[in-house]
């Protein structure tokens, strides 16, 4: 069992986990609004851990910014969320990661006219066998729900997604559908019902292609809010209890 499944409840919401029971003031199911969710290293950028000491290293996976521009220009909101486990190990600090966070986001900004609604940070160490101790760590879905929750996003019609499948359960787990960009980064594979991609795509220009056309449609995609889809095992109630152990990952 993880830290974060055994906490008690007096030191760990599960409000945190439960995005239907807090919406924005003023919110109504009908204006929340559908966002894409990205992972950081091997999605939205090259890993390289240079660029932590030296931001001008930094340089996007090909045809991100493109992808993101028509995206954003589509009225999807952009998110992302990364695990900086490096913060807790002391490998780099909180000001460093914001260095580098502010260069990706002026990148963007300039390059690209393409502005994030947010960036969401993990900055905790997983447990010693590689599991998230936190409720944020992806797998774990808290960076996404918490953020839905400050922008009023509509987790039901938005997508998680990442180079790694703890990212579409992540995704998953958060009411949202889950795609991998297959860029090398998943090298374990370990499969689940809530660790199964919606869909896989190679390269950023067909995943845009995929998320643009799922969007106009006006339909949810995949996914659908968890407690209103009964048998159907590969939409099961992202209950915290069953989160399998998950690999350690940055
Ligand atoms: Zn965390």
């Keep these: 069992m993880t830290a974060w499944l055994d906490a008690p409840l007096t030191?760990?919401?599960?409000?945190?986990?439960?995005?239907?029971?807090?919406?924005?003031?003023?919110?109504?199911?009908t204006s929340l609004r559908p966002a894409v969710f990205l992972d950081k290293d091997g999605t939205l950028v090259v890993p390289d851990d240079a660029t932590?000491?030296?931001?001008?290293?930094?340089?996007?996976?090909?045809?991100?910014?493109?992808?993101l521009a028509r995206l954003s220009a589509a009225g999807l909101t952009l998110v992302l969320v990364t695990n900086e486990s490096g913060i807790a190990r002391g490998a780099f600090t909180r000001v460093q990661f914001a260095r580098l966070q502010g260069a990706l986001l002026r990148r963007l900004k300039d390059e690209f006219g393409v502005v994030l609604a947010d960036v969401a940070v993990c900055p905790h160490a997983p447990d010693v066998q590689g599991r998230p101790a936190c409720l944020c760590r992806k797998p774990a879905p808290g960076m996404l729900t918490r953020a839905?929750?400050?922008?009023?996003?509509?987790?039901?019609?938005?997508w998680m997604v990442g180079d790694l499948l703890d990212d579409v359960e992540a995704g998953h787990r958060a009411g949202a559908t889950g795609l991998l960009l297959d860029t090398g980064g998943e090298t374990v594979w370990r499969r689940s019902p809530l660790r199964e991609p919606a869909g896989v795509f190679s390269d950023w220009p067909s995943l845009a292609d995929h998320l643009l056309r799922e969007a106009a449609s006006g339909s949810a995609p995949m996914s659908t809010p968890m407690d209103d889809v009964p048998g159907d095992p590969s939409r099961l109630p992202a209950?915290?209890?069953s989160l399998a152990p998950a690999q350690a990952q940055a």
């Design 11 to 29: 030191t760990l919401s599960l409000h945190d986990l439960d995005f239907s029971r807090e919406r924005p003031p003023g919110s109504s199911r």
């Design 52 to 67: 932590i000491h030296d931001p001008s290293r930094l340089r996007l996976m090909p045809g991100a910014g493109e992808a």
């Design 148 to 158: 839905a929750r400050a922008h009023g996003l509509d987790l039901a019609r938005s």
């Design 239 to 241: 209950t915290i209890a």
